[in-house]
């Protein structure tokens, strides 16, 4: 079965420092995407960040990067220079490309310190 | 923003009852998915669809159906509403030349009394 994995249900940063939301996932394919999304209490779900499985570089927008290990099956989200409009709820998706399902985890709530 | 809308936002709803939800999308994206969100279990997929009359279950398939007659629309219902599926509900779009990028309508919070 895949899954997906977020294994901090919640995480707290002081603002203006780093944080690291941890995200792994199961999967036999080798070909798919990858994403995080992000969910502030309005409840709208945002894309932060996508990455395609066939590409080494790791994806970055802004204050936002990931660092993917294919072969670890680890999928983790960077947040620099946190600003209190990053807390949220922050969900890792995995999509295969074979296949039309888009699999969420469980989520990680951010709280932002001021 | 995504064209996409669902109806309705907020709904009550007695135990026994049938219940349909709405989405509606104006992009013509081929893929539509029908998530729910409960705390402390992420979102979790009950149907989605890749295209008119193509559809197929996700993991919390049961006690829902769901209908897709047009590009455009892609209907939930749940035929006995029990309590246990009282839940935010969230549709969602994607086309094959997006990368799979999701569009999520607003969610419509559905109460099971």
């Known amino acids: 079965a895949q899954t997906v994995t977020q294994s901090q249900p919640e995480m707290s940063v002081q603002e203006a420092e780093t944080v690291t939301l941890s995200c792994t996932y199961d999967?036999?394919?080798?070909?798919?995407?990858l994403f995080w999304y992000k969910q502030p209490p309005s409840r709208q779900m945002i894309l932060v960040i996508r990455?395609?499985?066939?590409?080494?570089q790791n994806a970055t927008e802004n204050r936002f990067s990931v660092n993917f290990q294919k072969a670890a099956k680890s999928f983790s989200l960077k947040i620099s220079d946190s600003q209190l409009g990053d807390a949220a709820m922050y969900f890792c998706?995995?999509?295969?490309?074979?296949?039309?399902?888009?699999?969420f985890g469980k989520g990680t709530r951010l709280h932002i310190l001021p | 923003d995504a064209g996409i809308t669902q109806s309705p936002r907020h709904k009550v709803t007695e135990t026994g009852t049938p219940v349909t939800l709405r989405c509606h999308q104006t992009?013509?994206?081929?893929?539509m998915y029908w998530y729910r969100q409960d705390p402390g279990h992420g979102l979790r997929l009950i149907h989605y669809?890749?295209?008119?009359?193509?559809?197929d279950k996700g993991e919390v398939s049961d006690g829902y159906s769901v209908s897709r007659s047009k590009t455009e629309d892609f209907l939930l219902t749940l035929e006995s509403a029990t309590s246990s599926q009282t839940s935010v509900y969230f549709c969602?779009?994607?086309?094959?030349?997006?990368?799979?990028?999701?569009?999520f309508g607003q969610g419509t919070r559905l109460t099971v009394v």
């Open positions: 969602a779009i994607s086309a094959p030349d997006s990368h799979r990028e999701a569009f």
């Open positions: 999967t036999s394919e080798s070909d798919y995407y």
């Open positions: 990455q395609e499985a066939y590409k080494q």
């Open positions: 998706a995995y999509s295969p490309n074979r296949d039309d399902k888009i699999i």
């Open positions: 992009e013509n994206h081929r893929y």
């Open positions: 669809s890749y295209g008119v009359k193509d559809t």
